[in-house]
């Protein structure tokens, strides 16, 4: 699988985060190809504004939370999505739903459910593969005072999701964002267990919950593990939204970060209940990406950010820090495919390439990467690839 990955340093070019139509690339060798291109929008914005006005014609609404949503390919998954979100306590709310020019039956689905339920607001157009555009698209039509965002596969872990975050909101005006823990499932529903941020929450007295160190508003969390959970599980003020990065993977780290930055690391806040289900879905835009290789953009992104956003404390700033972070990153990767997929395991010299291209410490390599991972493979009966 190594074999097959575009060999590039770490760092991004440093872009002016600020502008909604950034579009960040990788520096590459000559032989290689940027991983993020964000395709031309103008027509599509055109094709979804003419949606608008007739979706919302005759419609007048004043709804205090908007929902988010961006569609594509969930025909088996939206129905089940959309009544998570009508049965919850708060009923003051609209739900906008971009059809990314879905090749199944997901318009026609979405349409059929929005006929029977005004709050839902269904937009078409073309294909434009660039979630974090329709997103910003969304939110500027939202009409609500309130922002949530979902994925139209996951689900409301709770019926009164919508209820607690908004209410928080409104009893903590320092307070720019909340989100909260988020349970993987897969497609059929079942609970995948070995998510790693079910450590979020831990058990307490009487049958409650509470939030494990993992999920404090630090940069060190949120930098080293990145503690908000899921893009799905949060809400915000509109007035405080942020134009998501145009990129096409792991915008909403990038987002995280850049919030964290303007507001304060401090501004974000977890809440301790289990409010979404996201689902391991083979067919969307991240997971179709092998999990090393997807992984591996997590490290690229994390590093992007914390070698070229102003306003992130220095000392996360360093080589040393960089170099770090991205080998434990790395062997992370490295044992949860291992986990999943017993028949993987890899050969050392194929990893000490690809890392010493992202131009690590030798010693990070060796510490963090190499020595563990060989104790790893050296229990098992597997021969590497």
């Not at 979804?48 to 007739?54: A, F, Y």
């Not at 205090?64 to 709310?93: G, R």
């Not at 940069?219 to 809400?235: C, I, P, R, Y």
């Amino acid at each position: 699988m190594f074999n097959t990955i575009v060999k590039q340093p770490l760092h991004y070019t440093k872009p002016p985060f600020g502008n909604s139509s950034t579009v960040i690339t990788a520096k590459v060798t000559s032989n290689a190809k940027p991983l993020h291109i964000a395709p031309a929008i103008s027509t599509v914005e055109k094709a979804w504004e003419k949606s608008w006005q007739i979706a919302t014609r005759n419609k007048v609404s004043s709804p205090e939370i908007s929902v988010i949503i961006p569609v594509y390919n969930v025909e088996n998954f939206l129905p089940e999505t959309l009544k998570s979100l009508q049965v919850q306590s708060h009923k003051n709310w609209e739900a906008i739903l971009v059809d990314d020019g879905s090749t199944d039956q997901s318009l026609k689905v979405a349409k059929k459910i929005a006929e029977n339920d005004p709050r839902i607001i269904v937009i078409e157009g073309p294909h434009a593969g660039l979630p974090a555009a329709s997103k910003n698209w969304m939110a500027k039509k939202a009409r609500g005072k309130y922002i949530s965002q979902m994925d139209s596969d996951d689900l409301f872990a709770h019926p009164a999701v919508l209820e607690k975050q908004v209410e928080y909101l409104k009893r903590n005006e320092t307070i720019h964002l909340v989100c909260s823990p988020a349970e993987r499932i897969d497609v059929k529903g079942n609970p995948l267990s070995s998510f790693r941020h079910d450590r979020a929450l831990e058990p307490a007295k009487n049958n409650a919950f509470k939030l494990s160190r993992f999920s404090q508003s630090t940069w060190k969390n949120l930098l080293e593990g990145n503690f908000v959970s899921h893009f799905q599980a949060s809400m915000i003020p509109k007035e405080k939204w942020l134009d998501i990065p145009k990129i096409k993977y792991y915008e909403d780290y990038l987002w995280y970060v850049k919030l964290a930055v303007r507001d304060g690391i401090q501004s974000i806040k977890m809440l301790p209940f289990k409010g979404f289900q996201w689902r391991k879905n083979p067919n969307s835009l991240t997971q179709s990406k092998t999990e090393v290789s997807k992984d591996i953009e997590s490290i690229r992104v994390r590093n992007h950010v914390l070698s070229e956003e102003n306003g992130i404390p220095r000392e996360y700033k360093s080589l040393d820090y960089l170099s770090k972070i991205a080998c434990k990153q790395y062997l992370w990767v490295l044992n949860k495919v291992q986990a999943e997929h017993k028949s993987h395991l890899y050969n050392m010299e194929i990893i000490k390439e690809a890392l010493l291209d992202a131009n690590v410490n030798k010693s990070h390599l060796n510490q963090y990467v190499i020595e563990p991972h060989i104790k790893i493979q050296s229990k098992s009966n597997y021969i590497p690839e």
